[in-house]
Structures are given as C-alpha cells and as structure tokens.
C-alpha cells in the first residue's frame, strides 16, 4: 500500500529537548516536504526536498532542520523545541514537485512542547 | 507571492443540502488547483484537481472548475451526506522558479453535516 508514515503521532516534551520526527514514503518521490497546522492558519511550509540531499526552506523553518540522506525518508529536528512548536505535523510527498502532482500526506504528529 | 482565500466555517448543513466552499487566489504564474479533505484524526486526502483555466475536477460527487476571470475554485456538492463531515483545504501549486513545487495552503473550512 502506497502511503507515507510519521513517527511518533503523538508526543509531549519539554521545552528544550531535543526530538526528531521521522517520515518515510514507499512511493518512490523525489519531492518531500513538512507543514505546520495551526488553527486558523491552515498549513505552512517548513522545509521542502525536491531530491536527496537538495533541501531548501519553506515559509517558517525556523527552529527546524531537516535531512535527506536516503531517497525515501525525511526527518525533521527540532534542536532545541519551545512551546511556540507546539503544532500539528504532516510529511508530504509528490512525484518529481511538478506543479500539477498532488502531495501525499501523512497522518500527523502532535506534538506538545511545555 | 502566492494566496489563497477560503470562506471561514465552521459550515453546518443538514443531510441533502447543497454545499459551496468559496475559494479565491492570487498567483503570479500558472498555477494547478486542488481541494483536498481531513478527516478527525487523518491525514490530508487529495478529493480533486484542475490543471488549467475552464478544467472542472470531480470526485465522490464534488465538484470544482478553475475559474481564471475570476480567480477561483469553488466547491461544490449536490447532496452532502452525514460522512461528508470533514475540513476541506482549497490549495494552489506553482512552479515559481520553474523545477521546483510551491504548495499555498487556504486556511480550511470545516463542514458539519446533521442527519
């Protein structure tokens, strides 16, 4: 089954401690990328891949890092989290980022920073 | 750069009524098209798409045409239904710099829908 998988779904930290979110596709994508969803914002753009090891920043990625060592995965770190990344997460993935391609989304992580 | 405008929910319709999502934009190339759904706890669903001006996309009864003169994408069904109840996401995607893939993300309008 062709999906794309986060984990952890859920997780509460304190601020400070360093966590990394994991994402992975089957699909074989070359374009990967990471939203924030927040209430009344929809979703943002943190950091985007068009292919291993290209990654560029999106609309908000600060306090984010990202890596694109392998083809299928996609992690993003959060170095130092603060309650301000206290968000929904969703990884994405499309084939080639051409501008007609839907994403395919994961199913999200909550994360809480206290 | 890039926007795109949703009408604000939350929408409440009983079942069997007709449902519009507004949707307008603003872009500087060419852009495609999307709505996609949430449901509680999921991700976000592709529900469909329209590549160019005058294209209507259609899916499980929904429906959207690319509106270039008037800059939008509104969703419409004819009969909605107690399982259509979810956050629907209008969306354009651009090629700003051409090779590259920029998604723009509406704000999301949740439906209700009561038996």
């Known amino acids: 089954e062709a999906q794309v998988t986060q984990n952890p779904r859920y997780l509460i930290t304190v601020t400070g401690k360093k966590l990394t979110v994991t994402c992975s596709q089957n699909m074989n994508h070359e374009y990967m990328s990471w939203y924030r969803q927040d209430p009344g914002l929809g979703l943002r753009q943190i950091y985007y891949s068009m292919n291993v090891e290209v990654t560029d920043k999106g609309d908000v990625p600060e306090g984010y890092k990202v890596s694109r060592k392998e083809k299928r995965n996609f992690p993003l770190i959060l170095e130092s989290p603060s309650p301000n990344q206290t968000s929904l997460y969703f990884c994405?993935?499309?084939?080639?980022?051409?501008?007609?391609?839907?994403?395919?989304f994961g199913d999200g992580t909550r994360l809480s920073i206290l | 750069g890039d926007s795109v405008t949703q009408m604000e929910g939350p929408v409440t319709l009983s079942e069997e009524a007709f449902l519009t999502i507004n949707c307008t934009y603003t872009a500087t190339g060419y852009p495609s098209l999307f709505w996609y759904v949430q449901y509680p706890g999921e991700g976000l669903q592709l529900l469909l798409k329209a590549t160019k001006a005058d294209d209507k996309g259609s899916n499980k009864g929904f429906e959207a045409t690319y509106r270039k003169e008037t800059t939008s994408f509104h969703l419409e069904k004819g009969s909605v239904q107690v399982s259509d109840s979810a956050v629907y996401f209008c969306a354009l995607s651009d090629s700003p710099s051409g090779g590259y893939q920029k998604v723009t993300f509406g704000t999301g309008t949740k439906l209700q829908v009561i038996p």
């Open positions: 994405a993935s499309s084939l080639q980022g051409y501008e007609n391609q839907p994403q395919h």
